[in-house]
C-alpha cells in the first residue's frame, strides 16, 4: 500500500492516539495502523478511529473520580446516537439526557450504564442495533430508595 500523500512505502507501526474529552485526555497506545515510512502518515479507517473514541470514552467514565457530563456527550456520539436513542435505550427522555450532558459530575450508575453500551459496540459486530432491536435488554438507571 502507498501512502496517499508521499506516494512511501506503508507498514504497520504502533500508534500513539490521543483524544480530549473536556479537560480530560487520553492516549492509547493499545493499536497498531497503517504508517508511512517516509512521511509519518497515519492511515485510520472510520472503525479504527470509532474504536479509539469508545475506549477513550469508557476509560473517562469508568476511571475517573468524577467524570463530567461531556463525557457522555462524547461517549453518545462515538456510539452514533442521538439524544432520542440514548433515551430509549436508558428508558428516559431526551429531556434528561440533555440534563446529563451539561452536569459537572455524572452518577457512577449512569457511567457504568453507558460504558456497558460501550463494551456491547466494541464486541458485537451488529453493535447497538442488536440492543435497540431486543427491547427486553433495556440498560436501567435505579436510584436507591
Known amino acids: 500500500m502507498k501512502c496517499p500523500n508521499c506516494d512511501g512505502e506503508m507498514v504497520r ?14 492516549v492509547d497506545t493499545s493499536d497498531m495502523v497503517e504508517t508511512c515510512q517516509s512521511c509519518g502518515t497515519a ?24 467524570a463530567p457530563g461531556e463525557a457522555l456527550k462524547f461517549a453518545r456520539k462515538s456510539l452514533g446516537l442521538r439524544q432520542k ?4 435505550l436508558l428508558d428516559t427522555n431526551e429531556q434528561q439526557v440533555s440534563r446529563w450532558e451539561h452536569e459537572e459530575a455524572l452518577d457512577r450508575r449512569l457511567r457504568l ?5 460501550l463494551d456491547v459496540a466494541e464486541r458485537s459486530d451488529s ?13 436501567e438507571i435505579v436510584r436507591a430508595s
Open 13 to 26: 507501526k504502533d500508534r500513539r492516539h490521543t483524544t480530549r474529552i473536556g479537560a480530560i485526555t487520553v
Open 127 to 139: 453493535g447497538l442495533s442488536e440492543l435497540a432491536a431486543n427491547r427486553s435488554r433495556q440498560l
Open 43 to 66: 492511515s485510520l479507517s472510520e472503525d479504527e478511529l470509532a474504536g479509539y473514541e469508545r475506549r477513550a470514552a469508557r476509560l473517562v467514565l469508568t476511571v475517573s473520580k468524577q
Open 113 to 117: 450504564a453507558m460504558a456497558e453500551l
Open 85 to 88: 436513542d440514548l433515551a430509549e
